[in-house]
T-cell receptor
Framework: SQTIHQWPATLVQPVGSPLSLECTVEGTSNPNLYWYRQAAGRGLQLLFY??????ISSEVPQNLSASRPQDRQFILSSKKLLLSDSGFYLC??????????FGSGTRLTVV | DAKTTQPTSMDCAEGRAANLPCNHSTISGNEYVYWYRQIHSQGPQYIIH???NNETNEMASLIITEDRKSSTLILPHATLRDTAVYYC????????????FGQGTILTVHP
């Protein structure tokens, strides 16, 4: 069966510090991968999506970047966090015969 | 992807059917209607999806009008655990399309 792992669950980081959130998928190959962010009291905003290794599409300009070094690994990064980067970050995957499956999320607080 | 319009909030008594409407008047012929829900502080959960015909699974039923310009998600016997934000999304499908989340409907199930 397919599973998606996302960590850490919670993170408190100071302004200006770097960020690295990791997401991995098991039990499938060549999934589409997505990073979403949900600010407090707001809807989900698609940040990045990837259809293959090294292929990243950015939906909105921001202080973040994404990378896909392996088929089932998706990483969200920042060199210097801003207060506005606080939020609930969700990784998701989809495949030819499967709908979107979301990870459990990372709650990031930038202080 | 076509946009959707949903009521901001709805209430339902426990044990009753919850009928959540969604308008998608600009839907194209190849776009599916997806429903997801998000319980507080969790990732969105897939409920059901359909193209033209009505669909039913163990969670819910999806009724799509003949012109496909609107749909209704039905939770036949709502429980307190069904309290969540429900998102109606139209997309070409998870293999090719990105899911764009709107604000959704906040469904509150009362005892």
């Amino acid at each position: 069966s397919q599973t998606i792992h996302q960590w850490p669950a919670t993170l408190v980081q100071p302004v200006g510090s770097p960020l690295s959130l990791e997401c991995t998928v098991e039990g499938t190959s060549n999934p589409n991968l997505y990073w979403y962010r949900q600010a407090a009291g707001r809807g989900l905003q698609l940040l990045f999506y990837s259809v293959g290794i090294g292929q990243i599409s950015s939906e909105v300009p921001q202080n973040l970047s994404a990378s896909r070094p392996q088929d089932r690994q998706f990483i969200l990064s920042s060199k210097k966090l801003l207060l506005s980067d606080s939020g609930f970050y969700l990784c998701a995957w989809s495949g030819a015969n499967y709908g979107y499956t979301f990870g459990s999320g990372t709650r990031l607080t930038v202080v | 992807d076509a946009k959707t319009t949903q009521p901001t909030s709805m209430d339902c008594a426990e044990g009753r059917a919850a009928n959540l409407p969604c308008n998608h008047s600009t839907i194209s012929g190849n776009e599916y209607v997806y429903w997801y829900r998000q319980i507080h502080s969790q990732g969105p959960q897939y409920i059901i999806h359909g193209l033209k015909n009505n669909e039913t699974n163990e969670m819910a039923s999806l009724i799509i009008t003949e012109d496909r310009k609107s749909s209704t998600l039905i939770l036949p016997h709502a429980t307190l655990r069904d309290t969540a934000v429900y998102y109606c999304i139209v997309s070409y499908g998870t293999s090719y399309g990105k899911l764009t989340f709107g604000q959704g409907t906040i469904l509150t199930v009362h005892p």
